[in-house]
Each structure stands twice: as structure tokens, then as C-alpha cells.
């Protein structure tokens, strides 16, 4: 079975400009939760979709938001870019019940760097 | 509102120690709570997770949790260290309410020869 995977693996972007990020969860998952790492906070909770439907959402502002498809594949997209924003942006997916109850099987990331 | 804490940020302990991770919880319902590990490079995978059942939960590789109300935490252990176990370790919990699962901030786990 295959894991969740996330493209792309690595991103160089400058200021202002915006960024789409894509995961592709584990067959049979229909819930995706994406998280953002830094050294400095931590893991922060962004979203979670479940049946293309935004379930639950974290304190970020507006610039980030996320979709997900009718085969539960999810991207999320950062505009207008700032330096903060450079992170480990990671993907998870898990069974109906989502984060809730369940295990969160989580892809590699998607290392961004804003310059 | 749910949240956890990790005690300290960074723990090191020589090959064949007992591994001693801490973490203490806040929930204001029982909670699920969970320890992930995080290799260099990777993203996390499920060590264990307490969901109401036994309060002393088994994972993977070795690893093992307890649950203490009480206490309100969940510690991990890890009778004997190997070098392979040197990653970062993140308790995490959610509730039967929320879809979302809270990390902590991590301890960094160092093996010593």
C-alpha cells in the first residue's frame, strides 16, 4: 500500500510570490490534515478536509488555504509569500475518523524556502 | 482546550539506558493521546497511542506508554536504548469532539556510544 505522498519534495520561492503544495493520501483515507513545522513553533495545525468538505481549521491567516478532490487528494496554497512562511509543510491522512480517534500516517514534506 | 507539554527539549542518554521522555496533558474531556517519532529528513510515524483502553500501551520498537489521570501525563519509556532511536519524539492529543490532534513541541532524543 502506498504511503502519502507530497510533492514537492523541495521549493525555492521569493517574497510575494505564492505557492501551491500537493498530497496525495493513502488509498482509502478520505481525511487530510496538513500541518506547518518550524523550529521555532513547532508543529501548528493548518487544516483538516474530509469529503472535500474544510472540517476543522488553525489560527492562520487568510493567505493560506487548501482544497481537497473528490479522489481525496488535497493541495494547499500560501500567497503573497513572506519570509515566515518558510517551513516544513507536512501532509497527513487517516481513516474516516479522522484526527480524532485515529492514527495520522503523514508524508515526507514539502521543505519550502522563501528568499 | 486541549494542549500538552514535553519536558525538556532535548534529552540524551548513553546505549542501553533507560529512555525517559515526558509529557503532561491538558484536556478538559479524556483524552486520546499519542507518541509520534520523527527521523531526520522524514515526516512522523505512530510510536503508540491511548485511546481509554489499558492504561499501559505497548508500541512500536520497543516503546511503551503510561497512562496516569492523575498525574495527567503520559510518559514514554524505553527499557534499553539503541542508536537507532535517536530522532525527535512528539506527544500529541485530540479529543472525541475535535479534528484536529495538538502537538507537543518535541524532544530531540540523543543515543550516546
Known amino acids: 500500500k502506498a504511503g502519502v505522498t507530497q510533492t514537492p519534495r523541495y521549493l525555492i520561492k521569493t517574497r510575494g510570490q505564492q505557492v501551491t503544495l500537493s498530497c496525495s493520501p493513502i488509498s482509502g483515507h478520505r481525511s487530510v490534515s496538513w500541518y506547518q513545522q518550524t523550529p521555532g513553533q513547532g508543529l501548528q495545525f493548518l487544516f483538516e478536509y474530509f469529503s472535500e468538505t474544510q472540517r476543522n481549521k488553525g489560527n492562520f491567516p487568510g493567505r493560506f488555504s487548501g482544497r481537497q478532490f473528490s479522489n481525496s487528494r488535497s493541495e494547499m496554497n500560501v500567497s503573497t509569500l513572506e519570509l515566515g512562511d518558510s517551513a516544513l509543510y507536512l501532509c497527513?491522512?487517516?481513516?474516516?475518523?479522522?484526527?480524532?480517534?485515529?492514527?495520522?500516517?503523514f508524508g515526507e514534506g514539502s521543505r519550502l524556502t522563501v528568499l | 482546550a486541549q494542549s500538552v507539554t514535553q519536558l525538556g527539549s532535548h534529552v540524551s542518554v548513553s546505549e542501553g539506558a533507560l529512555v525517559l521522555l515526558r509529557c503532561n496533558y491538558s484536556?478538559?474531556?479524556?483524552?486520546?493521546l499519542f507518541w509520534y517519532v520523527q527521523y531526520p529528513n522524514q515526516g512522523l510515524q505512530l510510536l503508540l497511542k491511548?485511546?481509554?483502553?489499558?492504561?499501559l500501551v505497548k508500541g512500536i520498537n520497543g516503546f511503551e506508554a503510561e497512562f496516569k489521570k492523575s498525574e495527567t501525563s503520559f510518559h514514554l519509556t524505553k527499557p534499553s536504548a539503541h542508536m537507532s532511536d535517536a530522532a525527535e519524539y512528539f506527544c500529541?492529543?485530540?479529543?472525541?469532539?475535535?479534528?484536529?490532534?495538538?502537538f507537543g513541541s518535541g524532544t530531540r532524543l540523543s543515543i550516546r556510544p
Open positions: 497527513a491522512s487517516s481513516h474516516e475518523g479522522g484526527a480524532r480517534t485515529g492514527e495520522l500516517f
Open positions: 491511548y485511546t481509554s483502553a489499558a492504561t
Open positions: 484536556s478538559s474531556v479524556p483524552p486520546y
Open positions: 500529541a492529543v485530540s479529543d472525541s469532539s475535535a479534528s484536529k490532534i495538538i
